[in-house]
């Protein structure tokens, strides 16, 4: 660490010091001006001595003050360690769908660690029901509770049995982990759509759905 132009308590600046020509501490001698000082000409030094006292300690506070915050920064862009046996959270910038051949898209958000379910397998996992246009139609988490399904068996919709079984070019999820699906109509709702009344549905037919999963484990 660079250290500061001077420290606390041992610089002393040119204007507050006394010119003594003997470097003799204990006896210093001092010349004096033959002139006479004139009156209140001693009042304006020790003010201007104060005034420059003052002046430095703020600047050294300042200085301080800068060089621990970018410190600070400079810890935080530092990468921290992942505790052992942690998920793995992906940037948001290197999270893509990626497309498999049924026409289902998925992104691993994190990763987890746990096991993968097992085709029949009580399991519970929160999630949040996006429109293509972003419009949140459904979600776990606002009701306080996990949904609890058997997995695999058709119990809920077709995106969301192979998005966390996994086949067809889709990777299984794992306990723990969390997923980014976009299904299209025909692994949704498809042509019927959902909580239709009155002519109006919460999910229209024919859309696309995107869900946010994470899979917690078996129930």
Same mark, same amino acid.
């Given at each position: 660490?660079?250290? #500061? ?14 010119? *003594? ?51 600070? $920064? ?48 009580? *399991?519970?996992?929160?999630? $949040? ?17 996990? +949904?609890?399904?058997?997995?695999? $068996? ?10 966390? #079984? ?7 999820? +794992? ?11 025909? #692994? ?13 549905? *919460? ?6 759905? +995107?869900?946010?999963?994470?899979? *917690?484990?078996?129930?």
């Amino acid at each position: 660490m660079k250290s #500061l132009p001077f420290s606390a308590g041992t610089y002393i600046p040119k204007i507050l010091n006394p010119k *003594i020509l003997n470097k003799n501490v204990e006896n210093p001698v001092i010349r004096w001006s033959k002139t006479k000082p004139k009156m209140g000409s001693i009042d304006i030094v020790e003010q201007q001595n104060e005034k420059a006292i003052v002046l430095l300690k703020r600047r050294e506070g300042v200085g301080l003050g800068l060089y621990v915050g970018i410190a600070d $920064v400079l810890l935080q862009l530092l990468p921290q360690p992942c505790p052992s046996g942690a998920a793995v959270e992906i940037a948001p910038a290197a999270c893509e769908l990626t497309v498999s051949p049924s026409g289902l898209a998925f992104c691993d958000k994190v990763v987890g660690k746990g096991p993968e379910a097992v085709k029949g397998q009580l *399991i519970k996992a929160h999630y $949040v029901g996006r429109l293509e246009n972003g419009k949140v139609f459904d979600s776990s988490y606002n009701r306080g509770k996990p +949904l609890t399904f058997r997995v695999g $068996v058709g119990e809920v919709i077709k995106g969301w049995d192979q998005g966390i #079984l996994g086949g067809d070019g889709v990777p299984p999820m +794992l306990a723990g982990g969390k997923r980014t699906l976009r299904l299209p109509p025909e #692994l949704g709702y498809g042509m019927r759509g959902a909580g239709c009344k009155g002519g109006s549905c *919460i999910i229209p037919p024919d859309s696309v759905l +995107l869900f946010d999963v994470e899979f *917690i484990g078996k129930a």
